[in-house]
């Protein structure tokens, strides 16, 4: 019995197999200056030559967010598995009175094992890859991560009402990922059958803001231990010590705003196990509309929350830039609106949805 952790996305973790059961630790990243921890992706291969049954431990490792204790475990939560890394069969894992997760594998001599469907670099050049050409699409790089990596943000559409997208500050939340494959790709499709339809929309998307943290199979902070959901009222220069992803964000945000193109509304993507839309305390009647407007064409969110988080994404950018702004988390454990456990084609058909929603959202703010 062995455990691999040595490729993109995989999660470091400790392990120990004994008596039929392997039981991983999870190593936890920390936010640096303050007490916070998270510990709750997983992503590794088993390799069981023998075919052994084998019963996996996933210990529970009490994180801290917000300064309070929490768990990223909870009864009947869903992981996925494979065999090749490109397909996924959804199970749950049984909860254990510690908080621990188990499950019986049995019979496979290897396969991958992973919180949620995984949704990597190796995705997004593919995706890219697909795009690249179509005259609908331009690609920029608009910074680098802390280790180097290209920051991309695609831009799709030629309308002069913007819309931007966000995904993947927290490394272990994937979701959004699909919906924008699932977005771009319907775009494209609805302008080539109908063109009028779509000619008012452009979407700029930073898919992955958290590369690095995507790229070694992080929780939730990036290699200097910033949260890329926090920190957006900080100085500039303080932040761009420890988050050159959101600098990049921010810099590209100011020359739209010279340039008079800012978006009309930005939407971060996460995912947690509630579903919510969480909404500055301040732009609670615009946001109701969108919530409506979600609700009638897609399956989320499942609540609408005002958000006491003034340092994040969307209070930020609806501070300095007066952008509608929001997040939207979905949710990682149950879709209570369509009573199916998450998948990537969940997600995907969100994305194709959404578009409905982006173009009653700006039809109604021009
Ligand atoms: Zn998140």
Not at 43 to 51: A, K
Not at 171 to 193: C, K, S
Not at 337 to 355: C, E, M, V, Y
Request: glycine residues 8%; proline residues 5%; charged residues 20%.
């Amino acid at each position: 019995m062995f455990i691999s952790y040595f490729f993109e996305n995989g999660s470091p973790c400790n392990w120990d197999y004994s008596d039929g059961e392997l039981a991983v630790d999870l190593l936890y990243d920390h936010e640096a200056g303050a007490t916070n921890k998270a510990a709750g992706h997983f992503h590794f291969s088993v390799d069981n030559p023998e075919r052994q049954p084998v019963r996996i431990r996933i210990k529970l490792a009490t994180n801290i967010w917000n300064g309070q204790l929490g768990s990223p475990f909870e009864a009947d939560l869903p992981s996925y598995y494979s065999e090749d890394g490109k397909t996924w069969q959804v199970f749950v894992w049984q909860q254990e009175t510690n908080g621990d997760l188990v499950a019986e594998f049995g019979k496979l001599p290897f396969f991958y094992l992973a919180r949620l469907e995984p949704y990597t670099e190796a995705n997004l050049k593919q995706l890219c890859g697909d795009i690249k050409d179509h005259p609908l699409v331009t690609m920029s790089n608009i910074g680098t991560t802390l280790e180097d990596r290209s920051l991309e943000m695609i831009h799709v559409g030629t309308g002069e009402q913007r819309v931007l997208l966000r995904a993947r500050a927290h490394p272990w939340e994937p979701g959004g990922n699909w919906v924008i494959d699932g977005l771009i790709r319907e775009f494209i499709a609805q302008y080539e059958t109908n063109p009028e339809k779509v000619k008012n929309i452009g979407f700029d998307i930073m898919p992955i803001a958290n590369k690095d943290g995507v790229a070694r199979g992080m929780t939730r902070f990036n290699l200097k231990g910033a949260d890329l959901n926090r920190g957006f009222s900080r100085p500039r220069a303080e932040l761009a010590a420890v988050a050159p992803e959101n600098i990049a964000l921010l810099e590209w945000l100011d020359q739209q705003q010279t340039a008079g193109t800012l978006p009309v509304l930005a939407l971060d993507f996460h995912n947690d196990c509630n579903g919510g839309l969480l909404i500055p305390a301040d732009d609670e009647a615009r946001m109701e509309i969108l919530a409506d407007s979600l609700r009638r064409h897609t399956f989320s969110p499942e609540t609408v929350i005002s958000s006491p988080n003034k340092d994040g994404f969307a209070a930020g950018v609806h501070a300095q830039y007066g952008i509608a702004a929001a997040t939207l988390e979905f949710n990682a454990k149950y879709i209570n609106n369509i009573k199916q456990l998450p998948s990537a084609t969940h997600w995907q058909q969100f994305g194709r949805d959404f578009l409905e929603v982006a173009l009653e959202f700006i039809s109604e703010n021009s």
